[in-house]
């Protein structure tokens, strides 16, 4: 299993950016998938998740804000981001959850067995 983030970058505040995760050996219309990120001296946090059931779910932090979509076709996992803060600055990555656990938080760490590299997004205030 292979997921590669990218699309990353450097935005002004209030700008946008779009990532996208490129999925293999996974399927990711058939699988729990996510993005989590990682600031600066910070502990890594849940962003987003898109289920195999079709529901999305999303931190405070970026709701109303983040909107994350999938490509069954090419098997991408996408973050479109508007209206970004420099609180959002941090490297962010995806991962993927192939039990489709069931009583486990979608936020946790612990709910995904694999994880891509991330891509940096800066936000300049």
């Known amino acids: 299993v292979q997921l590669q983030a990218s699309g990353g970058g450097l935005v002004q505040a209030g700008g946008s950016l779009s990532l996208s995760c490129a999925a293999s050996g996974v399927t990711v219309s058939t699988n729990n998938m996510a993005w989590f990120r990682q600031a600066p001296g910070k502990e890594r946090e849940f962003v987003a998740t898109?289920?195999?059931?079709?529901?999305?779910s999303y931190s405070d932090s970026v709701k109303g804000r983040f909107t994350i979509s999938r490509d069954n076709a090419k098997n991408t996992m996408n973050l479109q981001m508007n209206n970004l803060k420099p609180e959002d600055t941090a490297v962010y990555c995806c991962?993927?959850?192939?039990?489709?656990?069931?009583?486990?938080?979608?936020?946790?760490?612990?709910?995904?067995?694999?994880w891509g590299q991330g891509t940096q997004v800066t936000v300049s205030s």
């Open positions: 991962a993927a959850d192939v039990r489709r656990r069931v009583g486990v938080s979608v936020g946790a760490q612990k709910a995904y067995d694999y």
């Open positions: 898109f289920r195999w059931n079709g529901v999305t």
